[in-house]
């Protein structure tokens, strides 16, 4: 019974020992030459078999990560410009407190779904010890974290005061609510197109800092034009460019702190980015106060992109790419 549980719980390609009668096991034939001819490796040699199953896994995972994560990415802004479509009819036909049970619902319809088709695909790798103290002091971590924090502020802050910004320009709260629709929808496919291309050439660093610097220079148009139709493709290039830099963050986040470990980077990877979307939210009505206009809130918005860029520019690619 164990000789049959072990061959059946065995990777296929793994050789296993033969048994005789008495229960001993003897080397096959196969596995003797092998071992003679590697000076007497076998035991490396099929050490080395057992973990050619997670390596596929793993450079699987690093093969196709950013589009993974950009389809996430798609996801989670899909469903944050459909709730906010829905909210105001919603309201205004059943009432507030029935608009949450209504979220509540679905919220918990899509955990159960998850429960129960959701399957976990992750190789059997080694625990690490250090946890979030570890990760805190690797510089590279450190320099996605600083990413997030400034790239995630400067585009929570726009959508917050978008409708401020856009008000002496002429544009209306309606048209300054659809310029916030555009720029999702140029989000979601960003979030596939880059990513893609990115893990077509096995390259992050690039379309990280190119993405964050194009998003800035989009920035100040998206904050001050008063021509409608140029605002809305300002709009749309600028959550095109800007969304697939988070898909990228989160890959480049995983990757530098590994398997064993990502969770917790992705974790504060979020914990950074919504800090700084609180704190630039926080900061534009304190700039607006020094200077009675809206113009240095705006700047200061644009700038923050462009620190983020030059922050990837100093960064290592992550070490799949790199060694490719």
Request: hydrophobic residues 50%; proline residues 5%.
């Amino acid at each position: 019974e164990r000789a049959h549980d072990e061959e059946r719980l065995s990777p296929p390609h793994v050789i296993r020992p033969q048994r005789d009668h008495d229960g001993t096991e003897e080397a096959t034939h196969d596995e003797q030459a092998t071992d003679e001819a590697r000076g007497g490796g076998g035991d490396a040699v099929r050490r080395q078999e057992l973990l050619e199953p997670r390596g596929e896994a793993i450079e699987r995972a690093e093969a196709e990560g950013a589009i993974a994560n950009g389809l996430g990415t798609m996801g989670m802004f899909l469903g944050m410009a459909a709730g906010m479509a829905a909210t105001p009819a919603l309201v205004e036909s059943v009432g507030l407190r029935s608009t949450m049970i209504v979220f509540f619902v679905v919220a918990a319809v899509a955990a159960a779904v998850f429960v129960a088709l959701g399957t976990e695909r992750r190789p059997n790798v080694p625990s690490e010890t250090g946890g979030f103290v570890s990760l805190l002091r690797r510089p590279k971590m450190l320099a996605l974290f600083a990413i997030a924090l400034l790239g995630l502020g400067s585009f929570n802050g726009l959508t917050t005061w978008l409708e401020q910004f856009l008000a002496p320009h002429g544009i209306d709260a309606a048209t300054a609510g659809l310029v916030g629709g555009l720029l999702i929808v140029g989000g979601l496919f960003g979030a596939v197109v880059i990513p893609l291309w990115s893990d077509h050439v096995r390259r992050r660093k690039p379309f990280l800092v190119v993405c964050a610097l194009i998003a800035a220079v989009c920035t100040v148009p998206v904050c001050t034009t008063g021509s409608v139709h140029a605002l809305y493709g300002f709009a749309l290039a600028m959550g095109f460019f800007f969304m697939p830099t988070f898909a990228l963050l989160l890959d480049m986040c995983a990757s530098e702190a590994g398997l064993a470990r990502a969770g917790a980077a992705t974790s504060l990877l979020m914990l950074f980015g919504n800090a700084g979307g609180v704190l630039v939210i926080l900061a534009i009505p304190l700039l607006k106060a020094q200077t009675g206009a809206d113009t240095l809130g705006i700047w200061s918005l644009a700038a923050l992109l462009v620190v983020a860029a030059a922050i990837g520019v100093t960064i290592r690619e992550t070490p799949a790419r790199a060694e490719e």
